[in-house]
């Protein structure tokens, strides 16, 4: 690539940002190649200094400097892809969408399909523009293969497919065996239960912990993170209906708390439930499944269906009652475990990226 055109990153403010920024983008690109442009919610405090190639979404001259990346050839990544100011300014410049990467992260695939109402007339002009712009990408990146297959059914999407995967911190844990908590327990003994991974309505806590009351004896304790994603009338609707239901066996999680405490709670988890309708919570369950956990997933997910063609076996959401409840044997949880490391070894993620860059050359 000349120096002249560059690859412009245009990423949200979130950790996954900062470790590609870290890891991948240092690897795989000469400085003079690319340019990270993060979006932030806010601009910056008073004393505060951006850094190198940081530029702020509430400033609107940001949308004019994309036309200027454009124009000179530049191919810019949109690392997930739900500004709305992105899809006007692309609206008016349809003949630069084959210079448009979208690098896919979940919400910004389903939250339009998924909005509940439909007939409001912000979502009706979104989601034809959307429908316009995504239809005329060259090229779509993201972690499940299903996932993509959604967006070419859904918006038809006639982009190519590039398989990549964030940098995580859960690829840097090394997890003994002889540290891992015992999961042998039977069928009949209580367990410890963890439920979503936020306070977002996605993971449709109620409609778990409805289902969940079906096996009331078999819990000893449910923990629920509910300290960031979620609305405070939401949070505290699911607070009432879990202590309505579990009393002292709910354990809501409201604030955040160190990341060892975090992972000790989870240590003593015996069992994940996902009630998402999507796929979500990635980081998650890679975790969970790297410490041997069992696992109670939406079968309607593109995690659930990728992941059971990968040889990774989970438990339906569905079979969460008295009974169809079942437990993977330890066995299957130690294959499980195997597979993961190997779909998500920092070796094998630095080489789809490799990928990736190749490809959009």
Not at 141 to 151: E, G, N, R, S
Request: hydrophobic share 40%.
């Amino acid at each position: 690539m000349s120096k002249k055109n560059k690859l412009i990153h245009v990423l949200p403010n979130s950790i996954y940002s900062k470790r590609f920024c870290d890891i991948i983008l240092v690897d795989h690109l000469e400085k003079n190649d690319y340019l990270q442009i993060k979006i932030h919610e806010k601009s910056l405090s008073k004393g505060q200094k951006a850094e190198r190639g940081e530029f702020f979404s509430k400033k609107g001259w940001i949308l004019f400097k994309y036309l200027i990346f454009l124009n000179r050839k530049d191919r810019i990544i949109f690392h997930s892809f739900t500004n709305p100011r992105h899809y006007i300014m692309l609206l008016f410049f349809p003949w630069h969408l084959d210079k448009i990467v979208w690098i896919m992260w979940g919400g910004d695939i389903y939250s339009y399909p998924f909005f509940e109402n439909k007939s409001s007339f912000r979502y009706i002009l979104l989601e034809s523009i959307r429908k316009f712009l995504i239809k005329r990408l060259k090229y779509c990146a993201t972690f499940l293969p299903t996932d993509f297959d959604f967006v070419v059914n859904y918006y038809k999407c006639k982009a190519k497919y590039i398989q990549i995967l964030y940098p995580s911190d859960i690829n840097e844990v090394e997890i003994e065996d002889g540290n891992l908590i015992a999961n042998s327990k039977s069928n009949n003994e209580a367990l410890n239960f963890f439920l979503g991974n936020s306070a977002d309505d996605s993971n449709r806590h109620l409609e778990a912990l409805e289902r969940l009351y079906k096996i009331y004896d078999k819990i000893s304790t449910i923990s629920v993170p509910l300290m960031y994603g979620g609305s405070e009338d939401y949070i505290s609707n699911i607070v009432k209906r879990g202590k309505e239901l579990f009393g002292a066996k709910f354990i809501p999680i409201l604030k955040y708390i160190p990341s060892e405490d975090y992972r000790r709670i989870i240590d003593k988890t015996d069992v994940l439930v996902f009630n998402h309708l999507r796929q979500q919570g990635l980081g998650n369950l890679f975790y969970f499944i790297l410490v041997e956990k069992q696992i109670f997933i939406n079968s309607c997910t593109s995690t659930y269906f990728d992941f059971k063609k990968w040889g990774i076996d989970l438990v339906k959401f569905e079979q969460l009652d008295e009974d169809n409840f079942r437990l993977l044997s330890t066995e299957i949880l130690k294959q499980n475990k195997i597979r993961i490391k190997e779909l998500t070894s920092n070796r094998k993620i630095k080489n789809m990226w490799f990928i990736f860059f190749e490809s959009i050359k």
